[in-house]
């Protein structure tokens, strides 16, 4: 072992309890795991590293703790992190050099220097040392020589021999032994004492100092200088320094030398030995000086190769290609190009002969005493005298029949018949009469059969078996014939070799494995295929062995056992692969086979004893990269991996007294997938193990074919993801079930739900339907209400009624109209506080007179009905904070609702209380009270009790809602008597309710409440208006009403008729109503707002529908106002006057000399902003053109003249030609700040041929000449 060693220096050996050898050298320490060598060398940046990379000594102790002894101090090996822990002591490294395992721990010896290391706390400590001399040198060895008296022997490498006592620490020297230059010591089994001398050989003393050898090269050594000594199965063997390994035997008191044979490759590779070391399995190592680590065995194989001519260890040629054994136990050996060789087996001697160097020998035979009779390969038969080594061409046949004989490229093979006659194997088979000169053609019993390349089987009376590549045949020496014996199958293949037991059968080594052939039964039996394909050379040996040659190794196969041995290098079988040609069993037993790489050498006392199983045991593990192996040794070879691992290799280290065998393994994997790997690496992989347990079992194929028990190497534990484990699907399943549950819950909840939702549904689409109804039943009552309120409220305000008893019962006709449209408005403000567009308008004001007030509009009704209202209030109530208006439908809903359920001739009380925070307003009735209604139900939308007297079901729920709006609250109670008191709260101050700015549409909505400032006296004779209402009555009202206002009132049934007349007239203004038929009035404005020649006119929409919705989408088309009905016709002439009269306050605006139209802030439209942008550009980028006119712009504008004049004359007030003016003055004016141009080159930037002309502009605008104008800057 030399290659991947740290250094060829072997100092010295271990090996550990797993089987590991360790070897120390000068250069480094190297592991070898019996598959592999792993080196370790010091590194001055890794504190883990050895101290030093000169080993000097490797020792196990008992707790299996390996010590490595190098130059620079002492070492523990860290298997669970393949590292070295450094010994210090006295916080110095420990320097030692040499150490003896006890019981109780090791000791360690240095220079003059003693330590223990004890096994109970795992500390180091110093020994004693007392002693007569003070010893300077260095202990390089230490034995234990009495262990009960505690004696330890030492050595001195040039100080001599010691005697340590250990329990007095007392040290002194061995006088019997006087030498000092000691190299080694042996302390053997019987108590002698064995040491060399350095140069002086090896000297034996008994236990009592007497000296009884002295062995040097004067005698028996080979060499005077011996390192090291070590007894072996009672014999020492001593490692010397160039003299090979010495082997005395006290007993005989022989000497053996092992040493290097230049040429002979079974010798030892060099002669200088270190030292040697004996393991446990019996193999001895001997650690050379020059050349790695040598095991020695003993072995019954020996390869002979090739060595130099003429020399006598070895072959002329490795390749030996024919074998004969004379009658004096002499082998001839015919090599491949090289001529015959003659062998001596009993002094392993060779001879060579030059006549023959050229020659091919393919066959041998006897031909006298004293000659040989050779086939050299396509020459033909020579004669060869075994004495003299002279060789004589031998004729047996005319030139052409020799040709064809010797010449056609066959090798022929000789057969002897008996002392007078051999057989000629050719391209046929012949037999030659040495008396007669005779050569006869054997006769073949088939035709067409081939019986070239025929070797012999077996020979002898009265017949004798040949093969070919296809056939067995028999050859009948008495009718001189030869006949097929046996043809096998073709899926046996071609015959490459065949031999016969002593029971008669046939065995077969063919191209495709090995079968035995029984002429009696006529059956043919596999032996084994894979194993034994190709094979090329069978024979028996005396003990009924079959052995096998391949291309590939040597076997020995047992039939009586059906077993099979392999052999390899570590038996003295090296790689080689045997010719076709049959092994020569010799008279002694022993036999010879021929192979391209040498003659194997077989002695006939190979063992096959009954082998033990080796001892297989975990090596290490790696997971990921990373070694658990001591991990997984200390937890009884159990691992757990995670189920997403990325590698796992397991590997594996033999036991065995062979360990240079090559083995085969066979890996079990028992588990969720039952597997057997056969593979000759000490490593396994496991690559994508799936979730489970899996046990790893192992066994290793021994010496003599038997497979060892297998043994469990490792369980492996594949751990599941999180999601699989057992807790969690237990959680899962838990979870499941509670889903199931809740599930089935929630479904039958759902279904609940899903009632409760459809009976909500059910009620939410009667309240819609019945909220859609009264909307539409108000928005058409709004039209007539309107026909009626409006020419009522007109009628009393001009006075015209004189008749008393008349104008009282039209108040009574106009309150209730106007009591209708708060109904109406209350149902429509309902909806609106829905949306959200509903807020309050907070004052103060004096609580008790304004529900006085309130109260008296229903004197009348009272009186009526013969029911008395009486006031209760509390005279300590001032000003309180409400919204009037909506406090005026809530008290409103209260009283009407005590007016409906009162009897006559009963008293109603109103009546109001201070308390802490709020005001509570009672009103108190003697009606039918509040047993046939639900009190929690009473304020809901729709809801009306159990009686005669019905209603809408919307006034007490929009009174909650004013009243919770002002953060106060409703209610009612029964009273002790009879009858009921409904009663609301409002907070004394009102800080704490959030009160919403009004919104913007909401304010549009309640139009009936926006003042229209100064425009009741706005003049608007001279403008033209347009009506565009579908219901005929209120169509004639208005147009009757407005014509005494305006120059002009058109009328119009619907948009579409209404779009014509608008683009034909073209009104100052149009009145429409929203929903009409053929085109409404969210078109028609639309259309008007779209259309550039129009988009001026300013649209007021009248419409029942005061939604958000509506409104919103009317602003949206462009509409100026939006009127509600039923409306004031005295709003909405100021409506109209406002209207007109902004449209007027713009066009003065633009009659100013400054004021140029603004697209954005002055139109009223999107087009007529798009015709200014477009007008305001164009003028502006042809200020300089002196064409720019009314003329030019029309072109422009795609407009005739008088439509671009009477657009701009509406939206402006002023003409064409003078809003161009207004642009170039304006111009001007910046440029004469500028006082480097003259008034000349303004005029002419500005669009003026003439400067007259533009001087006279100028002053016709500003009052003063351009001239003035800068000098006033």
Known sequence: MKDGLSQST???????????????????????????????????????????????????DIQHNIWIGTDRGLARYDRSKDRFMRITFAGLPLHVHSSVVTDNGVLFFGTGTAFRYSYVDNRITFLPVNGPERVTSAFTHAYIYDKQKQIVLLVCRRNGLWWYHLATGKLERISFIPAKEITS???????????????????????????????????????????????????????????????????????????????????????????????QEKNIWAGSIRGGLIGLKRTYFYTYGDAQLNSTSGLSYKTVTSLYEDRDHILWLGTDGDGINRFDPRTSQFRHYPATFDKKVVSIVEYDEDELLLSIFSQGLYRFHKKTGELQEYIVADAEKSRRLFRLGLAVHLGRLDDASFYIYSDSVYLYNQQTGHLDAIRCKEEGVVLSALMEVSGGEPDTYLRSLSNLLVLDHKDRSIGVFYTPPDSIGTIGAACRDKAGCFWLGTSSGLYRYDPVTKRTSTIEENRFAGT??????????????????????????????????????????????????????????????????IRNSVPFPEEADPSINLLDVELD????????????????????????????IVKEKDLMRKKLFRYYIKGSLNEMIERSSHTISFHALSVGEYHIWVSCNKRNGDWSTPVQLLAITVTPPWWKTTGFLILLILLILFGSVLTAWLVVLKKERKMVWAIKEHERKTYEDRVRFLINISHELRTP?????????????????????????????????????????????????????????????????????????????????????????????????????????????????????????????????????????????????????????????????????????????????????????????????????????????????????????????????????????????????????????????????????????????????????????????????VMMPYMNGFELCRRIKSDVGISHIPVILLTARTDN???????????????????????????????????????????????????????????????????????????????????????????????????????????????????????????????????????????????????????????????QYRQDL
């Not at 072997?10 to 792993?38: A, P």
């Not at 060499?223 to 010397?240: M, P, Q, Y």
């Not at 062995?545 to 076997?555: A, E, F, K, S, V």
């Not at 509409?1119 to 005295?1130: E, Q, R, T």
Request: proline letters at 4%.
């Open 785 to 1073: 209400l309107t026909l009626i309120y409006a020419p009522l409220k007109r009628l009393l305000a001009s006075g015209e009624v004189k008749d008393d008893k008349l104008l009282h019962l039209l108040t009574g006709i106009f309150r209730q109209t106007r009591r209708i449209k708060d109904n109406i408005n209350m149902v429509l403000d309902v909806r609106k506080m829905e949306v959200g567009g509903e807020s309050l308008s907070l004052t103060r004001q004096p609580v008790n007179d304004w529900l006085q007030e309130i109260s008296s509009d229903f004197d009348l009704e009272f009186q009526v009905r013969n029911i008395q209202l009486v006031y209760d209030f509390d005279e300590s109530l001032g000003e309180v904070p409400f919204d009037a208006s909506k406090c005026e439908i809530v008290l409103s809903n209260l009283l009407m609702n005590a007016l409906k359920f009162s009897k006559p001739n009963t008293v109603v009380v109103l009546s109001t209380r201070r308390k802490p925070d709020y005001v509570r307003i009672s009103l108190s009735d003697e009606g039918i009270g509040l047993d046939h209604v639900e009190i929690d139900r009473l304020f809901t939308r729709f809801y009306q009790g159990d009686h005669d007297r019905k209603g809408s079901g919307i006034g007490l729920s929009y009174a909650r809602m004013l009243v919770e709006m002002h953060g106060g609250n409703i209610g009612a109670q029964a009273n002790e008597g009879r009858g009921a008191t409904f009663f609301f709260e409002l907070p004394l101050e009102n800080t704490s309710v959030p009160i919403e700015a009004r919104p913007y549409m909401s304010q549009l909505l309640q139009t009936s409440d926006v003042e229209i400032p100064g425009a009741d006296d706005y003049p608007v004779a001279g403008y033209t208006v347009m009506i565009v209402e579908d219901e005929p009555e209120l169509r004639n009202y208005l147009k009757d009403e407005l014509s005494g206002s305006f120059k002009e009132v058109y009328v119009a049934e619907d948009g579409r008729q209404a779009l014509e007349m608008i683009q034909a007239k073209l009104p100052d203004l149009v009145v429409s109503d």
């Open 1109 to 1267: 919705e509506s409104t919103v989408q009317g602003y949206k088309l462009g509409a100026d106002m939006y009127v509600p009905k039923p409306f004031d016709l005295g709003f909405l002439l100021a409506v109209l006057r406002n209207q007109f009269k902004s449209r007027e306050i713009i066009r003065n605006r633009y009659k100013e000399a400054e004021q140029i139209v603004s697209p954005k802030t002055d139109t009223i439209s999107n087009a007529d902003e798009q015709f200014m942008s477009r007008l305001n550009e164009l003028i502006s980028s042809n200020l300089t053109n002196p064409d720019l006119d009314v003329q030019f712009v029309a072109a422009q504008m795609a407009m005739s003249r008088a439509s671009l004049y009477n657009k701009l004359k509406l939206l402006a007030g002023i003409s064409i030609g003078d809003y161009i003016n207004k642009f170039r003055m304006a111009e001007a004016v910046r440029l004469l700040a500028d006082k480097d141009l003259s008034i000349q080159e303004v005029s002419e930037k500005t669009g003026f041929s003439h400067q007259r002309y533009f001087s006279t502009v100028f002053k016709q605008i500003y009052g003063v000449t351009p001239s």
């Open 625 to 652: 990269g990373i070694s658990v192996g001591s991990d997984v040794i200390r937890d009884n070879n159990q691992l757990s991996i995670p189920w997403d691992y990325t590698s796992l290799n397991a590997r594996i």
């Open 10 to 60: 072997v100092n010295c050996v271990l090996s550990d309890h797993q089987g590991v050898i360790w070897i120390g050298t000068s250069f480094g320490l190297n592991r070898f795991d019996r598959e592999r060598i792993m080196s370790y060398n010091n590194d001055k940046d890794n504190l883990f590293s050895i101290p030093g990379n000169d080993i000097i000594f490797l020792t196990e």
């Open 185 to 279: 010591v042996c302390l053997d089994s019987s108590g002698n004492i064995w040491l060399s001398v350095y140069a002086d050989g090896v000297y034996g003393y008994t236990s009592a100092g007497d000296e009884f050898c002295h062995l040097n090269t004067g005698n028996l050594l080979s060499n005077d200088v011996v390192l090291d000594i070590k007894e072996i199965d009672g014999k020492l063997w001593l490692a010397t320094d160039g003299g090979g390994l010495n082997v005395y035997d006290p007993d005989t008191q022989g000497m053996r030398v092992i040493s290097h044979i230049p040429g002979n490759n079974n010798s030892l590779p060099v002669n200088s030995f270190g030292c040697l070391y004996n393991d």
């Open 536 to 601: 090329s050379s069978l024979g028996f040996d005396r003990q009924g062995r079959l052995w096998i040659g391949t291309h590939n190794g040597l076997y020995a196969y047992i039939p009586e056992e059906g077993k099979t041995v392999v052999f390899g290098e570590s038996d003295g079988v090296y790689a080689n692969e045997y010719l076709f040609k049959p092994p020569l069993l010799t008279a002694s037993g022993d036999l010879y086979m021929a192979g391209v790489n040498g003659l194997v050498y």
